[in-house]
T-cell receptor, first 111, second 114 residues
Framework: QKEVEQNSGPLSVPEGAIASLNCTYSDRGSQSFFWYRQYSGKSPELIMSIYSNGDKEDGRFTAQLNKASQYVSLLIRDSQPSDSATYLCAVNPPGFQKLVFGTGTRLLVSP | SAVISQKPSRDICQRGTSLTIQCQVDSQVTMMFWYRQQPGQSLTLIATANQGSEATYESGFVIDKFPISRPNLTFSTLTVSNMSPEDSSIYLC???????????FGPGTRLTVT
C-alpha cells in the first residue's frame, strides 16, 4: 500500500462547478497534511495546510480532514479554467521531518 | 513563506560529467530538501539537508552520486555526479521555514543528459 494515494485523474469539471479532490494516507499517526498545486512546467505551490479534523476554508478552497478514516480532501468552489493543474497531497509521517507526496490528481476545468 | 531561487534553471550535460545545482533562500530556514521529478510523475525525495550535519538520504540515493552541501541556513547545493541519461529530470529544492512541516519550493532545474 502506498503511503499517500490519489486518483491520477484527469478530473474534468465545468467552469463554476465544485471540484473535489481526494487523498488517503496509510500512517494513522500522521498529523500534518498539505495540498500543493502544480501547473505544467512549474514547481509545486502550497495552497492549503490542515492539522485538525474538520474543515479549513481559504477563499474558494476548503480542505477537509478525517483522521479516523485517514482521508483528506480539497474542495475548489466556483472552479475556473485557471485552476486547471495537478494537485498534490502531502503528508508528514510521524517521527520524520519530510513530506510524502501522492502522485497527484490532474484537474481540468472547461470553460 | 520563503522565496527560493535555483541556479541553473536548465542545463544540457554530457554523460560522465557532474553538475552542481545551487539553492538560495531569502531567509534563514531550518531544513532544506532536494527532490527529483520525472516528467508527468510525482516528487521523489532525494535527501534532507540540515545545516551543520550530514544530509539524510532516502532509499535508492547515495552520497557518492548526489553529494549535498549545506554551509549555512540560507544555501544548499546538490551535485549530480557521473551523470547518465537516466539522471535527466527536474531537480527541485524546497525549504521548511519554521516549526511546522510545510515546505516551499524553488523553481526547479531541468537537467538533460546526453
Amino acid at each position: 500500500q502506498k503511503e499517500v494515494e490519489q486518483n491520477s485523474g484527469p478530473l474534468s469539471v465545468p467552469e463554476g462547478a465544485i471540484a473535489s479532490l481526494n487523498c488517503t494516507y496509510s500512517d494513522r499517526g500522521s498529523q500534518s497534511f498539505f495540498w500543493y498545486r502544480q501547473y505544467s512546467g512549474k514547481s509545486p505551490e502550497l495552497i492549503m495546510s490542515i492539522y485538525s479534523n474538520g474543515d479549513k476554508e481559504d477563499g474558494r478552497f476548503t480542505a477537509q480532514l478525517n483522521k479516523a478514516s485517514q482521508y483528506v480532501s480539497l474542495l475548489i468552489r466556483d472552479s475556473q479554467p485557471s485552476d486547471s493543474a495537478t494537485y498534490l497531497c502531502a503528508v508528514n509521517p510521524p517521527g520524520f521531518q519530510k513530506l510524502v507526496f501522492g502522485t497527484g490528481t490532474r484537474l481540468l476545468v472547461s470553460p | 513563506s520563503a522565496v527560493i531561487s535555483q541556479k541553473p534553471s536548465r542545463d544540457i550535460c554530457q554523460r560522465g560529467t557532474s553538475l552542481t545545482i545551487q539553492c538560495q533562500v531569502d531567509s534563514q530556514v531550518t531544513m532544506m530538501f532536494w527532490y527529483r521529478q520525472q516528467p508527468g510523475q510525482s516528487l521523489t525525495l532525494i535527501a534532507t539537508a540540515n545545516q551543520g550535519s550530514e544530509a539524510t538520504y532516502e532509499s535508492g540515493f547515495v552520497i557518492d552520486k548526489f553529494p549535498i552541501s549545506r554551509p549555512n541556513l540560507t544555501f544548499s547545493t546538490l551535485t549530480v555526479s557521473n551523470m547518465s541519461p537516466e539522471d535527466s529530470s527536474i531537480y527541485l529544492c524546497s525549504a521548511r521555514t519554521g516549526l511546522l512541516y510545510e515546505q516551499y519550493f524553488g523553481p526547479g532545474t531541468r537537467l538533460t543528459v546526453t
